[in-house]
């Protein structure tokens, strides 16, 4: 960071734990990054990709990164993290990673279920939590999450059902997954 400019917990921004290894790093990096990218429709922002970009670059850099350390551990009043290693309610690193792999796992299934039953497009909410075998607690975050993001609704009869924005977000998506897998044995042949 440059002198004379306003701190930034960049940690926060990627929120991640201040002590977290490099590929946890780049995990938290690469979540934001595609949920932030442009071509990603519903939750696209700029200026948000380009500073979790601009976060990352400092951050991956072993030396930058010291620096920036010996910064946050000075603007913190004795040297406590926004994340303790001791803290009992701290979710684990992987959790924001799996859950976003449980919702997908929701949406392709009730996106199957609409494409093949449309005049009986949703599915009772049991068997959503049987498919993603979750307690009680996690399977009520899991609807809310994608009923506040507008993907998922109830219907008249009390069943899950995806929206309009709902099967836009599947298919964009399946796009971005069919791209990577594109990507890979690409970035194979040039290393050759």
């Known amino acids: 960071m440059e ?4 701190f930034v917990d960049y940690y926060s921004l990627l929120q991640a734990d201040p002590t977290c290894d490099a590929k946890m790093l780049e995990q938290a990096y ?3 990054a595609r949920m932030y990218h442009p071509d ?16 990352y670059s400092v951050l991956r850099d072993t030396d ?3 620096k920036y350390d010996l910064e946050y551990r000075q603007r913190r009043p004795n040297g406590s993290y926004r994340f303790s290693k001791n803290e009992e309610a701290r979710i684990d690193e992987k959790s924001p990673m799996s859950d976003a792999e449980v919702h997908e796992k929701i949406l392709f299934r009730l996106y199957k279920q609409r494409r093949e039953h449309a005049d009986d497009p949703g ?3 049991y068997y959503i939590q049987q498919m993603i075998d979750c307690s009680d607690d996690h399977y009520e975050f899991h ?7 507008g993907l998922i609704h109830a219907t008249e009869h009390g069943t899950l059902a995806i929206t309009i924005e709902g099967v836009d977000h599947v298919i964009s998506l399946s796009r971005t997954i069919e791209a990577e897998r594109l990507l890979i044995p690409q970035s194979y042949t040039d290393e050759d």
Request: charged share 30%.
């Open 3 to 6: 002198s004379g400019q306003e």
């Open 30 to 32: 690469r979540h934001f």
């Open 40 to 55: 990603h429709p519903e939750t696209a922002d700029a200026t948000k990709f380009q500073e979790i970009i601009e976060v």
């Open 64 to 66: 930058k990164r010291a």
């Open 123 to 125: 599915v009772i909410g």
């Open 143 to 149: 609807v809310w999450y994608l009923k506040s993001k």
